[in-house]
């Protein structure tokens, strides 16, 4: 039988569509992948030149022209390292631990806008999925710190899990006044509210949720000074005391590719994304031919350097008061700010 009279054009046609549209995605796989990953590199690098001149030193400086390949020669250190592994460790989740948390990582990303063109996977609940896969990534956190049959690595895994537990309730709270805002868990849509919107971002209406936010992502990244689960003073390490080499890689990139996401989650939700206020466009409108792309990581640089900032400036908090200011602090606050933002779009609705 002749293949032409069985493939009719119509169906090539069709091949030919699905066959671009999986070569853009992959495409855009590889580039976020690719520029995710340097970021990764070059955040270590900025946050130690940061804190350095916070403390009035000079950071790296060796590894050529004022330390700008730094990042290179940790790496290649890192997988040259042997990679030590404990007698009584259990040996298979020891080995899968640090690739669930880089993956649940990494596989968020794919939902993160970064302009109004370009993502990867622009689904409906973009922001439930995040919170989904935050919490997949904390079993690799736990599963690593029980694997090792380390007392340290143990404590720094609960630790984690109870951090979880407090903070993302709260996280997931403070950011329900913007999906009452909004109207929509598509992040894309979230950005394209706040355009629309009289205050030309949430950070304004939703201040009290956006304070909420950021210090539960501080929390839920592990940060200085929410980082008890790898606490130096008191469990070595925490939940990666007994891991080397490429495997402790993992987990420093995994690591930063969170607060990376925190900080694109933060832009898009209370930052409005790839867009500037009206008011801002309407003083300076020359800005409106920059790129989103370049606003949302200006955006996202200036989230960094919020990180570096606390981290040079605010001590570690006892792992109690810790406790304490998620549980008797934020959730109740960001639940006031829920029934605040309902209570306002009522008043507003009899109004108008």
């Known amino acids: 039988m002749n293949m032409a009279n069985v493939i009719s054009p119509t169906t090539v046609d069709a091949l030919i569509k699905f066959g671009i549209d999986v070569a853009i995605i ?7 992948l690719a520029v995710g990953l340097l970021h990764v590199a070059y955040a270590t690098y900025f946050e130690r030149k940061v804190i350095g001149h916070m403390q009035v030193r000079l950071g790296p400086m060796r590894v050529g022209p004022h330390g700008l390949l730094q990042p290179f020669a ?31 990582a990494m596989v968020n990303l794919s939902v993160i806008p970064f302009d ?22 904390v079993y690799g ?32 709270l403070s950011l329900v006044g913007v999906m009452m805002m909004a109207g929509s ?8 509210a706040q355009g629309e919107s009289i205050f030309g971002m949430y950070a304004i209406p939703q201040f009290i949720g956006f304070i909420v936010f950021v210090i539960a992502a501080v929390a839920e990244t592990n940060r200085t000074p929410f980082d008890l689960p790898e606490a130096e003073s008191e469990l070595v390490a925490g939940y990666f005391t007994e891991y080397s080499s490429f495997r402790f890689a993992l987990f420093f990139l995994g690591e930063y ?4 996401l925190m900080a694109s989650l933060c832009t898009i939700c209370f930052l409005g994304g790839w867009t500037l206020p009206w008011y801002v466009l309407k003083i300076f409108p020359f800005l409106s031919y920059v790129p989103g792309v370049v606003w949302f990581v200006l955006k996202v640089y200036a989230f960094f350097f919020f990180y570096y900032w606390i981290r040079a400036t605010v001590p570690r908090y ?35």
């Open 141 to 172: 956190i736990f599963i690593s710190g029980w694997a090792s049959n380390s007392k340290y690595a143990f404590m720094g895994g609960l630790r984690s899990s109870a951090q979880v537990i407090s903070y993302e309730i709260a996280m997931g």
């Open 318 to 352: 006892r792992y109690d008061q810790f406790m304490a200011i998620g549980w008797k602090i934020l959730i109740p606050v960001a639940i006031g700010n829920i029934l605040l933002t309902g209570l306002v779009k009522i008043i507003l609705k009899e109004v108008l």
């Open 116 to 137: 109004a063109n370009f993502v990867i996977a622009d689904i409906n609940v973009g922001l439930l999925f995040i919170f989904a896969m935050a919490g997949v990534g």
């Open 185 to 192: 868990l598509n992040l894309s849509d979230i950005i394209r």
């Open 257 to 260: 590719i969170a607060m990376i």
């Open 74 to 104: 940790d790496g290649i250190k890192l997988f040259f390292k042997e990679d030590i592994i404990p007698a009584q460790a259990d040996k298979v989740v020891f080995y899968i631990a640090p690739i669930i948390f880089m993956a649940a």
């Open 26 to 32: 992959l495409l855009k796989i590889v580039i976020v």
